[in-house]
């Protein structure tokens, strides 16, 4: 069985606060790396990498790289994400490749869209069911194509 675990880091307005959660972010990689190799975790990032530091983002695609033949469990970290930047992203790349000749308009399809988007680092992109845990009772530009036949539970009461 596989379980994919979702952990949505959002950018706050505060810079300090930002800096916080990235070295703290940094700080679990470093030492909790050879904890999930043991474990037979596998660690994927999703979501617009290019704004995190230099030396996190080499640190992010280490651990992706030493975790990726592992099948246990797999954990998503999704950081600076949205299901439309999602979808973005996954149109610039097929246009590219449209562009470049390496696939023709009519190849476009459900299933290239899919291959396209950011998790297609997961065998099982569709989840089963989303829990959201918040109190809030919508998906938020979460995971917006990929949760087209989830079933959705939301706490209508929030934890606090
Ligand atoms: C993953 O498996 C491939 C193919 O068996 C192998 O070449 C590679 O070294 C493995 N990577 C790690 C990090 O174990």
Redesign the pocket.
Known sequence: MLIIFLINFYWLKVQVEVEFLMKLFEKSIKSELEGFISEGIRISMIGDSSRLPRTLQELVRDAE??T??NSNFQLIVAVSYSGKYDVVQACKSIAQKVKDDVIRLDDIDESLIEQELETSCTDYPFPDLLIRTSGELRVSNFLLWQLAYTRVFLRTDTLA
């Open positions: 790289d030493r990726k033949n």
